[in-house]
């Protein structure tokens, strides 16, 4: 028996690393719908490769490219926003969402939506939507599975135990590049610099993050949905050999942790072959290898964007939204060299104490929130 997937976000990293995965077991697949944002002769490659019924670029512009890479293929072509929303609700068993940032929430939410599995990267949408998102997971039975690392880790700690015994959920950090750095120092770090992560090799966004701990801040919203257990039970520990990648402490004083190599094809098998196991071609963990597994409180003051989270978090409504938006806008201009690299803390910041519209209770509410958040954050950069 196949089982049929759809990947939104199929040219990037974790799209790459899900099919991957499915290569290894082609016979045991059948790919409904690959997206991309434009990348038409990538994304063309990967549809043909694996016979998709459908190839779909964001950007309508790449559309006429797609096309002509997919001439003769029969594999069908689209282009724009709602012929992605149109592939994430054709009929498939489990949905990867992989885009990257806010672009990936209406597809998202289409996925969810069709009430299957949902197994999921796209961190920002859930930061985003929250509350309309786990509402909707909610209401049509959709079963979400988590891909982030930290979050599959604690999703399989949990497995088999009542939430109401947790004590604590632990999320691991590397610490990104610039763990050991000065202030001084990050006052002058490159994009170059900061999308080389020690551990992980990932988009260029989510790299960025990682280098201001913006990740893990947004990590510990996506865990506050994901997990229950109120946000006083929510830490973080900084863990520079990411093997250790969330753990989960109970009332009687056990602990579980989930461990393997940084590899995220180990979330994204654990996902698409939840309840059971696929095999994977990652590297057993070689602990006495390793040698030596170290743990320490994060520094909020050199990376105060983990406090920056926590208190989104805590105000909730639109907040969250604000703050994922900032942060794309920061990211971006960083990215472009157009911002130096600790002025994306500075901006969200600056952003969250002037903009608080009201919490949203649609998609189209967080939408309009998400777009209202970034003209916004665009014209603080012109200040900053
Ligand atoms: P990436 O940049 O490598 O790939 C992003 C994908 O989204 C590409 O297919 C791209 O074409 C598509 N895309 C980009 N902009 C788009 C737009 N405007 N509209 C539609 N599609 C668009 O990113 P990635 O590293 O694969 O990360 C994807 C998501 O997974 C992110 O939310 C990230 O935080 C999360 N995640 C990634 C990793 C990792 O190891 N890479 C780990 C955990 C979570
Ligand atoms: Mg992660």
Not at 69 to 91: D, F, H, K, M, Q
Not at 97 to 114: F, K, N, R
Not at 122 to 137: I, P, Q, R, T, W
Request: hydrophobic letters at 50%; a negative charge; charged letters at 20%.
């Amino acid at each position: 028996m196949t089982r049929a997937i759809t990947i939104l976000g199929a040219t990037g990293s974790i799209g790459a690393s899900t099919l991957d995965l499915i290569r290894r077991e082609r016979d045991k697949w059948r790919v409904v719908a690959l997206t991309a944002n434009c990348q038409a002769v990538e994304l063309a490659r990967l549809a043909r490769e694996f016979s998709a019924e459908v190839a779909v670029v964001a950007d309508e512009t790449c559309l006429p490219d797609l096309r002509e890479a997919l001439a003769g293929s029969g594999i069908a072509a689209a282009g724009g926003a709602a012929a992605l929303v149109e592939a994430a609700t054709r009929p498939a068993d489990i949905t990867v969402a992989a885009i990257v940032g806010g672009a990936g929430l209406a597809p998202t939410m289409a996925a969810i939506e069709q009430g299957r599995s949902v197994a999921l990267a796209n961190k920002e949408a859930l930061v985003s939507a929250g509350d309309v998102m786990m509402a909707a997971v909610a209401r049509h039975g959709t079963t979400l599975l988590p891909m982030d690392s930290e979050h599959n880790a604690i999703f399989q700690c949990l497995a088999g135990n009542d939430p109401a015994h947790v004590r604590s959920i632990t999320l691991t950090a590397s610490g990104g590049p610039f763990r050991e750095w000065s202030a001084a120092q990050l006052a002058v770090a490159t994009p170059e610099q900061a999308v080389r992560h020690p551990n992980w090799d990932m988009g260029a966004k989510i790299s960025v993050d990682s280098a201001t701990m913006f990740n893990k801040g947004l990590e510990l919203i996506e865990a506050f949905h994901l997990f229950p257990v109120g946000l006083d039970a929510l830490r973080i520990v900084v863990h520079p050999q990411s093997v250790v990648h969330s753990m989960v402490e109970y009332r009687d004083g056990s602990t579980l942790a989930q461990l393997g190599p940084s590899d995220m094809r180990v979330p994204i098998a654990s996902c698409l072959a939840w309840p059971g196991r696929m095999d994977t071609p990652c590297a057993p963990l070689d602990l006495a290898a390793l040698g030596e597994l170290t743990f320490r409180a994060p520094d909020e003051v050199r990376f105060p964007a983990t406090r920056l989270c926590r208190q989104a978090a805590e105000a909730g409504g639109a907040i969250p939204a604000v703050l994922n938006a900032a942060n794309e806008v920061a990211v971006a201009a960083f990215l472009a060299g157009h911002l130096p690299f600790t002025r994306i803390s500075v901006m969200v910041e600056e952003l969250l104490g002037r903009y608080a519209p009201p919490a949203p209770t649609t998609l189209d509410q967080v939408i309009a929130v998400d777009a209202e958040a970034r003209s916004h954050a665009r014209r603080l950069l012109e200040l900053v």
